[in-house]
């Protein structure tokens, strides 16, 4: 461990602490008058490393002219700087003191890890203990191999039953167009290694039926014939009852619609002769 330069006199006792292994110089504070009057450090892990020079009183306000100050370090430092002659004058950017600034620093790759000095009621004199940063490895990462699952069935356990595919249909019925349902005979067996094109076993089914399907025809047919005519018949009764409706319908309205004193067509208003007669008292034209 090594120490950076120190800044003041050589009044008073000398002090020197440092931070545990691992850790920094986090903070310093205390108060500054004309002169650095007390002094107090704090180490990154929470370490009070301790007070020196004269502590402001705990009662009583502080005296005129001094003042309270807090540094902070964000991380490790290597360097810093301060005044001071007889006496350390200011720290950083507190205190009163005229002397020059003087810049301290660790040597390279260390960084401040503590302080060292001299105190009595001032903070006579003041620099750093230094430190080599200690770099603490991450756990080693332990390699972990696959699990292997075992996919041996468990004693007892058999393979499923094979599924019988059918190789023949029962009979079925088909609807055909203008015909009606028509039983078709069950499909040709087929043998399981052979592979079959649904559309050409419809098609085999339906040949192999074509007698009974050309009987059934010529009965439906016939019965369709029938129900055709009666269905014309039918539809023309219902057409001529709609006509006399339609038209008994329209002469009663026509006859509503006209204005008693209205004449029907061709016929002449009250008192009027018919047309190609004369008015009465006078004789037929042509007479």
Do not use: W
Not at 196 to 216: H, I, L
Request: hydrophobic share 30%.
């Amino acid at each position: 461990m090594s120490n950076t330069a120190l800044v003041g006199g050589n009044g008073g006792s000398p002090f020197s602490k440092s931070c545990p292994t691992g850790s920094y110089l986090k903070m310093l504070s205390g108060t500054t008058g004309d002169n650095v009057n007390h002094l107090c450090a704090s180490c990154s892990n929470g370490t009070i490393l301790g007070c020196y020079g004269k502590p402001p009183s705990l009662t009583a306000p502080l005296p005129a002219g001094v003042s309270p100050y807090t540094i902070s370090f964000d991380g490790p430092m290597n360097s810093y700087y301060m005044a001071g002659s007889t006496y350390l004058t200011k720290i950083g950017n507190y205190g009163k003191g005229s002397d020059p600034r003087t810049d301290v620093y660790c040597p390279e790759g260390t960084y401040i890890n503590g302080i060292a000095g001299r105190s009595g009621d001032l903070i006579d004199k003041l620099g750093f203990t230094c430190s080599t940063p200690v770099f603490t490895p991450p756990p080693a990462l332990t390699p972990t191999m696959p699990t292997v699952v075992d996919i041996t069935p468990a004693p007892g356990l058999t393979q499923p039953p094979s599924i019988a595919i059918p190789t023949s249909m029962p009979p079925v019925s088909v609807s055909m167009p203008g015909v009606g349902p028509v039983m078709v005979n069950a499909v040709p067996t087929v043998p399981p290694s052979s592979v079959v094109d649904p559309a050409a076993a419809m098609a085999a089914a339906m040949a192999a039926s074509a007698n009974g399907a050309t009987k059934t025809n010529g009965t439906a047919g016939t019965a369709k014939e029938s129900t055709i005519k009666t269905s014309n018949t039918l539809l023309y009764i219902m057409l001529v009852v709609v006509a006399i409706l339609l038209g008994g319908v329209a002469y009663s309205h026509l006859g509503r619609s006209r204005p008693n004193n209205m004449p029907y067509p061709n016929m002449p208003y009250p008192g009027q002769p018919y047309p190609g007669q004369p008015y009465p008292g006078q004789p037929y034209p042509g007479r």
